[in-house]
């Protein structure tokens, strides 16, 4: 849960999530090896000054974590603290972090980009009973963003379909299908629109698999699992620049099993595995 009323935080020992600009402060512990600050206030001295930006928004091991946003304020990096991105972070820590390092995440995104009320123009205030930011000039309140995100791992008989984006390209990945959830349609339609409008294909058989919160920016994705139904692979050459099926004995470069994504294509594989074993 997140909350804004801090008392006691003088006293205790919390997790400080810190962000400057778009990176987080971690101290190097040891060559390599990266650990959010942990301490009193006193810790991190220069924190002080930003207390009324401080949320809190979790545990973390039974200890309390506050977010503190330094926005466009430089860090003197002290005591063997070090600015990383939030990407490096989270694939050092396998995961452990994602979830609290996410909500802080989308809550620093969310105070930086609604400073000012969209419907009425003048400045909006962080209100403390909820999380959110009101306009006391028109009413209007906002909430910190979520994006829905479908994402999808099709299997056709014994391949999979993998796909390589634009943003893609340079790290040589390729990935399953996702997409942004548009205004007024299920997650259902937006698999069946997003497969067509990337692939060319149709498929069926469609099942929900898991979700997962991904920090860049403030995505939900929601992920599914499909079987082919029809058509011949087609990609724009734009958004999706290549696609194909992929025998599990011949993937190319795939992500991590961090994200959601590394996890449908695993679960794929055990449905290539018992397909192929049905057939003998
Ligand atoms: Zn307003």
Redesign the pocket.
């Known amino acids: 849960m997140i909350r804004q009323n801090l008392q006691s935080i003088h006293s205790n020992n919390v997790h400080w999530l810190v962000f400057s600009g778009d990176q987080l402060l971690v101290r190097e512990v040891a060559e390599g090896d990266w650990q959010i600050p942990f301490g009193q206030l006193q810790s991190l001295a220069f924190v002080d000054a930003y207390q009324e930006q401080m949320v809190e928004v979790g545990e973390f091991e039974q200890q309390t974590c506050i977010m503190v946003d330094m926005g466009a304020e430089q860090i003197e990096l002290t005591d063997n603290l070090l600015l990383v991105s939030l990407r490096n972070f989270l694939l050092q820590h396998q995961g452990s972090w994602l979830e609290l390092v996410s909500r802080a995440w989308q809550v620093a995104q969310f105070q930086r980009t609604h400073r000012f009320?969209g419907?009425?123009?003048?400045p909006m205030q962080q209100i403390d009973w909820e999380m959110a930011r009101q306009?006391f000039?028109?009413?209007?309140r906002c909430y910190p963003r979520y994006s829905p995100c479908i994402i999808v791992g099709i299997r056709k008989d014994d391949k999979i379909l993998l796909a390589q984006g634009k943003a893609q390209r340079n790290r040589n990945l390729f990935s399953v299908l996702a997409g942004f959830v548009e205004s007024g349609e299920s997650l259902e339609q937006a698999v069946h629109r997003e497969v067509f409008e990337e692939a060319g294909i149709k498929v069926k058989n469609l099942r929900y698999f898991a979700s997962q919160p991904w920090p860049f920016p403030h995505s939900l994705m929601m992920g599914f699992l499909a079987d082919y139904d029809s058509g011949e692979i087609q990609v724009d050459g734009e958004e999706i620049l290549e696609a194909d099926w992929y025998l599990p004995e011949q993937l190319p470069n795939i992500p991590a099993k961090i994200s959601i994504a590394g996890q449908i294509i695993e679960q794929v594989m055990t449905e290539i595995k018992a397909w192929r074993n049905a057939q003998n």
């Open positions: 009320c419907q009425c123009g003048m306009c000039q028109c009413g209007h």
